[in-house]
């Protein structure tokens, strides 16, 4: 007969909420502010990753880094929120602009039009992307990990995370190229 495991049976784990918000919240506001874009309240998300994480945490075995542990979590519930955004669009509902509520970084009102309009072209492109692919670039190219850290993070070998970001790049510069001659008079 097959023995029935428990959550008494599993070994505590050495985290507590408490510690892995304080050392890990900064971590998780930032990927879901990349992974999600102007289309994201990075506040909800972080608030989303850490009841998942209230829930889960006994659960955690430790066979994998709580960072990655936590960024599959993130990237879970970024990946929620962008399908129910994309849901909401075709169903013909407008979501919040959130755009107009992020702050200015220029020193004035038209280079900060100009970052806002370039940010809303980035992630449109990268919204057009298979989520491994953008999942890749981001991290790459915003986040400015190494392809072994990415690696780390997706569990993936080193050699695809390369061939994700290359196919990520000629996507990206695809999307680019489309939404410039759309622009075209």
Same mark, same amino acid.
């Given at each position: 007969?097959?023995?029935?495991?428990?959550?008494?049976?599993?070994?505590?784990?050495?985290?507590?909420?408490?510690?892995?918000?304080?050392?890990?919240?900064?971590?998780?506001?930032?990927?879901?502010?990349?992974?999600?874009?102007?289309?994201?309240?990075?506040?909800?998300?972080?608030?989303?990753?850490?009841?998942?994480?209230?829930?889960?945490?006994?659960?955690?075995?430790?066979?994998?880094?709580?960072?990655?542990? @936590?960024?599959?979590?993130?990237?879970?519930?970024?990946?929620?929120? /962008?399908? =129910? #955004? +994309?849901?909401?669009? &075709?169903? $013909?509902?407008?979501?919040?602009?959130?755009?107009?509520?992020?702050?200015?970084?220029?020193?004035?009102?038209?280079?900060?039009?100009?970052?806002?309009?370039?940010?809303?072209?980035?992630?449109?492109?990268?919204?057009?992307?298979?989520?491994?692919?953008?999942?890749?670039?981001?991290?790459?190219?915003?986040?400015?990990?190494?392809?072994?850290?990415?690696?780390? @993070?997706?569990?993936?070998?080193?050699?695809?995370?390369?061939?994700? /970001?290359? =196919? #990520? +790049?000629?996507?990206? &510069?695809? $999307?680019?190229?489309?939404?410039?001659?759309?622009?075209?008079?």
């Amino acid at each position: 007969m097959a023995a029935v495991h428990s959550l008494a049976d599993a070994p505590p784990t050495p985290y507590t909420v408490p510690e892995v918000y304080r050392l890990h919240a900064d971590d998780v506001a930032r990927w879901a502010a990349r992974l999600g874009g102007p289309r994201v309240d990075v506040e909800d998300v972080v608030q989303d990753v850490f009841v998942t994480v209230t829930e889960l945490l006994p659960e955690f075995r430790g066979e994998a880094k709580i960072t990655t542990w @936590l960024f599959r979590i993130t990237q879970n519930k970024v990946r929620q929120r /962008l399908r =129910r #955004a +994309r849901l909401l669009r &075709l169903l $013909g509902q407008h979501e919040q602009e959130t755009l107009a509520d992020l702050p200015a970084l220029g020193p004035s009102p038209l280079c900060d039009l100009e970052r806002k309009e370039a940010h809303k072209i980035v992630y449109k492109i990268l919204d057009g992307m298979g989520d491994k692919y953008r999942t890749a670039f981001i991290l790459f190219e915003i986040e400015k990990l190494s392809g072994d850290e990415i690696a780390q @993070l997706l569990e993936q070998k080193v050699a695809t995370i390369w061939v994700w /970001l290359h =196919r #990520a +790049r000629t996507q990206f &510069l695809d $999307g680019l190229k489309r939404h410039n001659a759309s622009e075209r008079p």
